[in-house]
């Protein structure tokens, strides 16, 4: 094949950083390349085009594919979309791994709740979450002095004898023999 002249390889050369150059072409501009002059406008494409070309060189003739190679066009978005991929997993992993502000999920259970003090009505999330929190402490302290009651329910109805209103006796002596 004909070798190409200095303005040829520069006409060639932005068709190929454009992604449009023929496998024909590319071999001419790799030929360009790898003889002994080059323009001086092109001198710094060359480390790159002799890399190109020794990708085609190092395959054996007998593992060539007998389709068209892949243009540079094509070998970038093969390899962006790669490195895309793996940004793509990278920050998903990121996301799986950070821990999760406990505000925002007490925040987001406790949407819509609200807190009447001195007939004010407040939604605010951030001034009433304190007192979520102290609630559900106290309703916690219940629950746990109830199940210490109904654990020893004989040593309460002792205690509970000097209680003499009857219906208040018995409605604390089914609450501690409630199973409920």
């Given at each position: 094949m004909k070798t190409i002249d200095d303005r040829q390889a520069q006409a060639l050369m932005e068709k190929?950083?454009?992604?449009?150059?023929?496998i024909a072409e590319e071999q001419q501009l790799y030929r360009y390349f790898a003889g002994g002059e080059v323009a001086p406008v092109l001198q710094q494409y060359r480390p790159m085009m002799q890399w190109y070309d020794s990708l085609s060189a190092d395959a054996e003739p007998a593992q060539k594919p007998a389709t068209r190679p892949r243009s540079v066009l094509s070998?970038?978005?093969f390899v962006s979309g790669i490195a895309a991929s793996v940004a793509v997993l990278a920050a998903i992993g990121f996301a799986a791994l950070m821990p999760h502000n406990r505000l925002d999920d007490e925040q987001i259970a406790y949407s819509g709740s609200y807190v009447i003090v001195n007939g004010v009505k407040t939604t605010d999330i951030d001034r009433i979450l304190p007192q979520l929190r102290r609630a559900e402490q106290i309703a916690d302290s219940v629950n746990r002095l109830v199940a210490s009651i109904k654990s020893t329910p004989d040593i309460w109805e002792n205690e509970l004898a000097g209680i003499t209103d009857s219906v208040t006796r018995r409605m604390i002596l089914q609450t501690i023999h409630?199973?409920?």
């Open positions: 190929f950083l454009d992604g449009a150059t023929t070998r970038f978005r409630d199973d409920n």
